[in-house]
């Protein structure tokens, strides 16, 4: 069965993306526009309330399935395919930015749309935080993050802002009401401390980007509430009880009159424990919208949990099915009513999801590059198209070569350069299994497919921070054992060496340039970066935890670490470069210097 979304009678809408004609034609129509037909519209989180008001996607009357509908926003904010396993989850994902900022996932797009959604709940109160002083002066540090954040996407200083907009406006909603009750001094004393917090942020050259960055990472260690998802179920001995989702945690669970206590929450499951999920009508009389939703665990034991109606259950087990795609196994599902139908085909075709091209080659690597052996995978990039990727021999070595393969908006597969349109990959693959391809003027044959193993670990995967290194993140990293990755991954081709500055313990030291593609254009930043020697690469451990460790830091006093760059065997953390050099340089200059003076004194 296909998730529906029934479409409810309202006035024709105006949208500003371009038109999408795949699910039910999305389309945009003039502001002047009015009809009296019903309509669906999807609306978007932006960072101004400008662009919020007109910013939707709106549908026509019709059936609609939701996965489609998740791809045509997915499309709208510039997610790609990739991304989009984490956009197309019913949940908030609280590992994407903690573990995952490295990670294609979170790439700039996807960053400033969570920004966007995040900031806008955070501020308008639709989460409660804690009503206590560490809470309050974290959610200062926060609107301080967010001003400077605005100031830079500006072009301004964060005083300027400060003078024109009102600090207490980058504020939760509470938090603002609970200012404004506060006398006179209170007041000024606040807004003091905050105009010297803004003013030593008025030195920081940071990029807007890592500013956001912070900022989310900030959110989730704020309020656990956050991502958290909530239902109200019935169990058959334990009576009402209150059911919490979150993505570190499983499912947990509480009664429902002790959910504001300090008692600790009792755990259900976590995702992997599942094996498949079961909904039904509830048995007993006057339950007619009352479903029974069954969860089959490794251990061979079930739990069974009543929701009031369909719509609920439904909603819990995807949001299960989803978490379990995202953290256990990316090419299965654990109930068939919420099956989304581009998983089915891609099972039914052994097709794996967005893998990188990375990936690809080291899992036909590990098959042994058998002549005739493929692998077909879904575009990272793009949520229309495939690719066959697959190993030839060319001069007594391997090299592997990617057949694009088309989705057309009618539904239609084509194999690039062929003329041939088929209904299905099942039935593109069960040709082109029977004839030869020419690509390159090299000849082939797709006679065997790579298919994915069950719960195999890839890209696709998400690490949480609480579970250890659950999924690598690449081949190449396979060496190290990383249990916490919290900083940003630099491309090589985008630092620029220049000069030597020494030598560390383990690394060697260059002054460089940094290049990034900024919401105004490219930027060129001088950076330090630290190579770690190849003599000490056993020190590759020690070497990134500390990267980590600084990437989370954030003080005036204290260098700024934009990242690490990981290609092949080198290893390159990249820092805020300091003018005057460190303060242990300088300390030592000074010390030397009132040596000097206090012999030339005569002691």
Not at 317 to 329: A, E, F, Q
Not at 332 to 358: D, Q, T
Not at 411 to 426: A, P
Not at 434 to 451: H, M, N, Y
């Amino acid at each position: 069965m296909l998730l529906m979304a029934s479409l409810p009678v309202m006035d024709t809408v105006t949208d500003t993306f371009p038109a999408v004609h795949q699910n039910g034609a999305a389309h945009r129509e003039s502001l002047d526009t009015r009809s009296a037909a019903a309509v669906l519209r999807l609306h978007f989180y932006h960072s101004s309330q400008e662009e919020a008001e007109r910013s939707f996607l709106s549908y026509p009357p019709g059936d609609y399935v939701a996965e489609e509908l998740c791809i045509d926003a997915a499309k709208a904010c510039s997610t790609t395919s990739l991304a989009g396993t984490v956009v197309e989850h019913p949940g908030r994902i609280d590992c994407g930015v903690a573990k995952g900022s490295e990670s294609p996932v979170l790439d700039d797009f996807v960053m400033s749309y969570l920004f966007s959604q995040w900031r806008n709940d955070f501020v308008n109160g639709l989460v409660k935080i804690p009503n206590s002083h560490e809470t309050q002066e974290e959610c200062l540090g926060m609107a301080v993050l967010d001003m400077t954040r605005t100031a830079k996407e500006k072009h301004l200083s964060p005083l300027d802002i400060y003078h024109t907009i009102s600090y207490k406006s980058f504020l939760p909603k509470d938090m603002r009401a609970q200012i404004e009750d506060c006398n006179f001094l209170t007041r000024k004393r606040i807004r003091f401390r905050f105009k010297r917090f803004i003013q030593q942020f008025s030195q920081c050259r940071t990029t807007a980007r890592d500013l956001k960055l912070k900022y989310l990472i900030s959110m989730e260690s704020l309020e656990k509430a956050f991502y958290t998802e909530t239902f109200k179920v019935r169990e058959p001995s334990s009576g009402q009880l209150i059911i919490l989702v979150a993505a570190d945690s499983g499912i947990q669970w509480c009664r429902e009159k002790l959910k504001d206590s300090d008692e600790e929450l009792q755990t259900l499951c976590d995702f992997p424990d599942v094996t498949d999920i079961s909904i039904k009508q509830a048995s007993k009389e006057g339950a007619a919208e009352s479903r029974v939703v069954t969860i089959n665990k490794q251990d061979c034991k079930t739990l069974e949990l009543e929701f009031s109606t369909l719509s609920e259950a439904l909603s819990f087990v995807s949001l299960i099915d989803g978490y379990y795609r995202l953290t256990t196994d990316a090419h299965h599902y654990l109930c068939k009513e919420v099956a989304p139908p581009r998983l089915v085909e891609a099972i039914a075709s052994h097709c794996h999801g967005p893998i990188s091209m990375e990936f690809a080659i080291n899992r036909l690597q590990k098959c042994g590059n058998k002549r005739g052996l493929y692998i077909l995978r879904c575009s990272p990039k793009d949520f229309n198209k495939y690719f066959l990727t697959f190993p030839v021999e060319m001069y007594d070595a391997i090299e592997y070569k990617h057949c694009q393969i088309t989705r057309s908006a009618s539904g239609e597969f084509n194999l690039s350069g062929t003329r041939r349109n088929f209904s299905s990959l099942q039935e593109l693959l069960s040709c082109y299994q029977k004839e030869t391809v020419r690509s390159d003027s090299i000849i082939f044959q797709f006679s065997k497919c790579c298919p994915p193993k069950s719960k195999e670990k890839s890209c696709l995967l998400v690490c949480r921070s609480n579970k250890g290194s659950e999924v690598p993140i690449s081949p190449s990293l396979h060496r190290h054992n990383i249990n916490q990755m919290v900083f940003h991954k630099i491309k090589k081709e985008d630092l620029e060496f220049m000069e030597s500055l020494g030598q560390g313990t383990f690394t060697k030291i260059f002054k460089g340039v940094r290049k990034e593609l900024g919401d105004y254009g490219p930027i060129h930043q001088t950076v330090v970066m630290k190579v770690l020697d190849q003599a000490h690469r056993n020190y590759s451990e020690s070497f990134f935890e500390a990267a980590s460790m600084m990437s989370q830091l954030f003080h005036k006093h204290l260098i700024l670490n934009y990242g690490v760059c990981v290609c092949g065997e080198e290893n390159i953390m990249v820092q805020e470069y300091v003018k005057f050099g460190f303060t242990g340089h300088l300390l030592e200059e000074e010390q030397e210097l009132y040596k000097h003076l206090v012999e030339a004194g005569g002691g």
